[in-house]
């Protein structure tokens, strides 16, 4: 079965350089969330979208955006990076309804020296 | 605040043996997931409860969502090696956001040959 797609899955930038991360969804899910996991820790939300409006917001700080594309993917995109944002940077998505399961991507990642 | 706590933090048994590892919070869920993540990999769904008092077997682990759908537990009988990994419960509360999913700060189980 079809799974959630994140690229790259590794990513090396330099303090106060950008960087996009790519998620594709499962086919037919609606919702997509990007969540931030630092050495250590549980998964922290940063920002959801379901239909491709943002539907929530977490502790995404201002120099991230993110959108939700007409084909559902999303891309998260942060900029002048700190070394503090060196974590693995997960995507899931789901489907809205009743019960509402979330599957996570394999991550991306990101290293920032 | 945490709305979802987890214990043990951290579980070192050897292998055979059995285990036991709790979710609890003030608030009640929608329904509550568990997922299995090993280091730098994705979180796995493992499971979904939705119904109070519901029990879920997948194999060698036993799911239960208390009755109030407020708590979980996993319990793992004759635990192997490969079961090692940090095992995280997160849910949707009743009341909060179907676009944020809210995650315990997890259990890492290491089970040793």
């Known amino acids: 079965a079809a799974g959630v797609i994140q690229s790259p899955r590794h990513l090396i930038k330099e303090k106060r350089e950008t960087a996009t991360l790519k998620c594709y969804p499962i086919?037919?899910?609606?919702?997509v969330y990007w969540y931030q996991q630092g050495p250590g820790q549980d998964p922290q939300f940063l920002i959801s979208?379901?239909?491709?409006?943002?539907?929530d917001k977490g502790s995404i700080p201002d120099r991230f955006s993110a959108q939700q594309f007409s084909d559902y993917h999303s891309e998260l995109n942060m900029s002048s990076l700190e070394l503090g944002d060196s974590a693995l940077y997960f995507c899931?998505?789901?489907?809205?309804?009743?019960?509402?399961?979330?599957?996570f991507g394999q991550g991306t990642r990101l290293t920032v020296v | 605040t945490q709305l979802l706590e987890q214990s043990p933090q951290f579980l070192s048994i050897q292998e055979g043996e059995n285990l036991t590892v709790y979710c609890n919070s003030s608030?009640?869920?929608?329904?509550l997931q568990w997922y299995r993540q090993e280091p730098g990999e994705g979180p796995v769904l493992l499971v979904t409860?939705?119904?109070?008092?519901e029990v879920k077997k997948l194999k060698r682990l036993t799911f239960q969502f208390g009755d109030a759908r407020k708590d979980s537990s996993l319990h793992i009988t004759a635990a192997q090696t490969g079961d090692t990994g940090l095992y995280l419960c997160?849910?949707?509360?009743?009341?909060?956001?179907?676009?944020?999913?809210?995650f315990g700060k997890g259990t890492l189980l290491t089970v040793n040959p």
């Open positions: 979208f379901y239909e491709k409006m943002q539907s």
């Open positions: 997160a849910g949707y509360y009743t009341g909060g956001s179907n676009y944020k999913l809210t």
């Open positions: 899931a998505s789901s489907q809205q309804g009743r019960v509402t399961e979330a599957f």
């Open positions: 086919p037919r899910h609606d919702t």
């Open positions: 409860v939705v119904t109070g008092g």
């Open positions: 608030s009640v869920f929608s329904s």
